[in-house]
C-alpha cells in the first residue's frame, strides 16, 4: 500500500518519538526534525512510495545525527519480557478455548497492538489481553486461512514487533499441532523500530518452534522489502504455498507485491484511517486479508 496524506503526520510524529528517545538534546531534536521537514518525502510529489521505505531513510538520517543505531533496544527488551510473562496465562487460555485456532490468531493479530509507531508501546497484561480476546474477527476469512494452511506445506511466516512475536509464538504453536508445519519465521537483519531482529526472536523461544532467518535487508526497514531481501529468503518466500505477513509495514510493502496473490495472508491491526477505510473496519479492529 503506497502512502496517503494520513501517514505524513504519523511517521512524523514517530520521527520525533524515536529523536526524543535517542537523545535528551532538544536543539538537537530540533535539527533532526528541520532536516527531516526539509526531505522530498513530504512535499507530497511522490505518492508511489510506501511508509517503510521513507521511515528506512528518515532511519539512516537518525543514525548519522545521534550515532545511534538501536535507540529502542531497552524498549524491546522490556516488551519481550512483558509479553513472555504473559505466555503461561495465554497458552491456557488457548488450550482451553473451544476452537484453539481463533484464541490463538486472536492473540497474533492483538499483540500487533505493541507498535512505536502508534506510540503504543505498553506492555502486555492479563487485563490487555482479556480486552484483546474480545476483538471481532472475520470469520470468513479465518476460515479462508484455515483452508490455505490445511493445502500449504511449506510456510513461510513473516514477523513483526518485540512483545508482539511472543503472541506470533502462541500461533505457530497452534499451527504446528493441528497442521503438522513448521514455519520458517523471518524478522528483520538490522534493528529499526521496535521490530524483532533474530537475537530478540532467540529470546523469546521462537527457535522452538520455526527455523528463524532474517530477511537479508541490509537497510533499516521496517517491514521485509523483498527486491532487497537475500536470495535465500526470496527462494523460500517463492516454494511457499503460504505466507502469513504480519503488522502494517509487511502490509505496506507485500501488498504492493502482485506475485503473491493467492498465497500470502496478512494479519495486523487496524491503528489507523487508511487501514479502517481499506478493509471496512472500525480503529482497533483486526484484520485477517487473504491476498
Known sequence: MHIWPDCMPCIIRMSLNIARTAVKDELKVKAFMEEILKSDHFNGHNWAITAPEIISDIWLMMEKSFGVSDPLKTIKAEQNKAALKMYPYAQEFILKSPDPFLASIKFAVSGNAIDIMT?????????????????EIDPKQVDVLKKRLARAKKLVY????????????LFMEVIRKQYDLKPIFVVRAVPVLNDATRAEALQVGLDQVATVMDNGVSKPVPGTLLKEASPELIQRVQEADLVISKGGGNYDLLSEEKSLTGKCTFLLQAKCEPYCMTHQVQPGGLIVYNF
Do not use: A
Not at 119 to 134: A, D, E, R, Y
Open 158 to 169: 513473516l514477523g513483526d514487533n518485540c512483545g508482539e512475536i511472543v503472541f506470533d509464538r
Open 119 to 135: 506510540g503504543s508501546t505498553k506492555k502486555p497484561s492479563k487485563k490487555f489481553i482479556k480486552t484483546l480476546q474480545g476483538n
